[in-house]
């Protein structure tokens, strides 16, 4: 039995209070998008009262990265938290509630943040056993997508070089899961979220005189249809892809042919090349079926954040990080990849890591999905991401 490793559970099991203390009073004060600030200013202050040192505040704006050094040699492990709320008026009735008109952590953030600082706080207490360095970085902005890129521009990933990342969400993404259990992928654990504008141009005209006219309603119609044929026919059917559309506007009368006709829609892919051949399939579509037609379309993409793919050596190494802090036999796989986008992935794409899921739901029956005003957690498992996550640095290098 490895007494180093039991004291990380006990001691990180002992934290739970502070982390709890350190959740809400982030959870009282919610910041949005890149204007996290105080969240970062928080988060430096107990930082510098644990003697953490290289804190950085302004990094990708709102962001903060900081590094404690390990008293061994060794490679540069980065943890990742995001720290950004949601405009959302909180309506939970929780005692410790947002305090911020429209603004709420309904997405467990204030929780990342928090575990983050406790496994800082931990990591602080064993510099003497840590090889190498850990590498802190609070993020900004990952409801909007931005923070990650923001950061990594600003050299979050450099001084000290970043060799491999790790992150964790909390709540209740993982349908079926319990509080206390940790869940992995080795590949895929979540999807790209891109999403597109597609403009049809016909000719307007009479209701009555269709022939005098390219009615772009029709022509969205059959381009609608067909684009239902990518995921259903063209993806390999072990490989899960999700094109919606949300919206179709056009037209203003009933007698009255419109000109144009707009959809928009999201689309989720678990590789870069699924997702490449779908945005090269949607254009296809768009352009020859309007050309069929006698009209002409365009497509527009707004990329997102990248597929969240784990490196499975890094994935090897968590399990039986978390196996240590909650028991191997609460450390599963996921059954399926979860088709949410996530920010974690443009650090992933640069270096290889590992994001796994730290489920926090409460009883059943009392859940709240992420994003709604009475989403919340069960805030007794805190410590089980904070000691996973100072395992994982203390062992990766092993
Ligand atoms: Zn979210
Ligand atoms: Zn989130």
């Not at 006219?213 to 067909?226: H, K, L």
Request: net charge negative; hydrophobic share 40%; proline share 6%.
């Amino acid at each position: 039995m490895d007494m180093e490793r039991t004291n990380i559970r006990d001691e990180a099991r002992a934290l739970n209070a502070q982390l709890v203390e350190w959740r809400r009073h982030l959870h009282r004060h919610p910041e949005l998008g890149f204007d996290t600030q105080n969240t970062a200013a928080f988060a430096a202050e107990q930082l510098a009262a644990m003697g953490v040192s290289e804190i950085k505040t302004g990094v990708g704006r709102g962001g903060l990265t900081a590094v404690i050094q390990g008293e061994k040699p060794g490679g540069v492990l980065g943890l990742r938290a995001d720290m950004d709320a949601l405009p959302i008026q909180e309506e939970t009735g929780l005692p410790f509630a947002s305090t911020e008109e429209g603004r709420m952590h309904a997405c467990g953030h204030d929780a990342h943040t928090a575990m983050l600082l406790g496994t800082a706080r931990l990591l602080s207490q064993h510099r003497a056993e840590l090889k190498g360095a850990v590498k802190l970085i609070f993020q900004p902005a990952e409801e909007i997508g931005a923070g990650a890129v923001a950061m990594i521009r600003d050299g979050a990933l450099e001084n000290p070089k970043v060799d491999a990342i790790a992150g964790l969400h909390t709540g209740n993404f993982w349908t079926g899961a319990s509080a206390g259990e940790i869940g992995y992928s080795s590949g895929a654990l979540m999807a790209s979220a891109d999403s597109f504008t597609l403009s049809i141009t016909g000719t307007g005209g009479h209701g009555a005189q269709p022939d005098r006219a390219v009615d772009p309603i029709a022509v969205a119609c059959q381009i609608y249809s067909t684009l239902q044929t990518i995921v259903s026919r063209e993806v390999p059917p072990a490989q899960a892809a999700v094109i919606t559309v949300g919206t179709i506007q056009a037209g203003s009368a009933a007698n009255i042919i419109p000109p144009t006709c707009t959809m928009q829609g999201t689309i989720r892919a678990l590789s870069p090349e699924t997702r490449t051949n779908i945005q090269n399939r949607i254009r296809d579509i768009a352009k020859g079926v309007a050309e069929a037609m006698r009209a002409s379309a365009s497509v527009k993409f707004s990329y997102g954040p990248p597929p969240v793919v784990c490196d499975p050596g890094m994935t090897a190494k968590l399990l039986r990080a978390a196996g240590t802090i909650v028991g191997p036999e609460h450390v599963r796989p996921v059954d399926a990849p979860t088709m949410v986008g996530e920010d974690m992935a443009f650090f992933l794409e640069k270096v290889p890591g590992v994001f796994f899921w730290h489920p926090s739901a409460l009883k059943e029956g009392e859940n709240y999905p992420h994003h709604h005003p009475k989403f919340t957690i069960s805030e007794e498992v805190l410590w089980t991401g904070a000691g996973t996550m100072t395992e994982l640095a203390l062992t990766w290098q092993e």
